[in-house]
């Protein structure tokens, strides 16, 4: 059972149209998260965070980076990364990793379909991304300059390359 404030938590049943799925598996970083959760206000798009959190999500720095877009979306709290996949497809899951080999740009994205991104400190787990690999994405970088791009930048970036491939549906 989540910890976090019922009155910001969604149901699954509540996102099942939208767009994309949004997945952050156990973010640590008040301010990833609530960029994310305002990108998802923007764009329609389903908010989902795996426990544990490293912050509630009534968090002030969370609630400042969202701004006044809480009431926009749906968040749906998964106890574990287990329980999400017993809930969802892992077919239908775009794993992004530094660690994978396959370019996001060229994933065939279709609606419906988990963008999973892993905690800011570890990413997702290995065996995770051992037992899908041609789900795993990556996001083309510079050999040796960074070790990764920011979380709520990769999900912007990906995000909106699915989005662009499904017509932005929704969207002006």
């Known amino acids: 059972m989540s910890t976090q404030p019922a009155e910001r938590l969604g149901a699954i049943e509540a996102v099942r149209d939208a767009p994309l799925h949004?997945?952050?598996?156990?973010?640590?970083?008040?301010?990833?998260?609530?960029?994310?959760?305002r990108l998802c206000a923007a764009t329609g798009c389903a908010l989902h965070l795996v426990e544990p959190l490293g912050f509630s999500i009534d968090d002030r720095a969370l609630k400042r980076a969202g701004l006044d877009y809480w009431h926009s979306l749906d968040i749906v709290i998964h106890p574990s990364l287990n329980a999400f996949f017993e809930v969802y497809e892992p077919g239908r899951c775009w794993l992004i990793s530094t660690r994978a080999t396959h370019s996001y740009h060229d994933a065939s994205f279709a609606r419906g379909d988990m963008l999973v991104f892993g905690k800011e400190t570890a990413g997702l787990p290995d065996d995770v991304l051992r037992a899908?690999?041609?789900?795993?994405?990556?996001?083309?970088?510079?050999?040796?300059?960074?070790?990764?791009?920011?979380?709520?930048?990769?999900?912007?970036?990906?995000a909106y390359e699915a989005l662009a491939i499904l017509g932005f549906p929704d969207l002006t």
């Open 22 to 37: 949004l997945v952050l598996v156990e973010p640590q970083i008040p301010p990833n998260t609530g960029n994310v959760a």
């Open 132 to 158: 899908y690999p041609e789900r795993a994405l990556r996001i083309p970088m510079r050999a040796g300059a960074v070790r990764s791009i920011n979380l709520s930048t990769a999900v912007g970036i990906v």
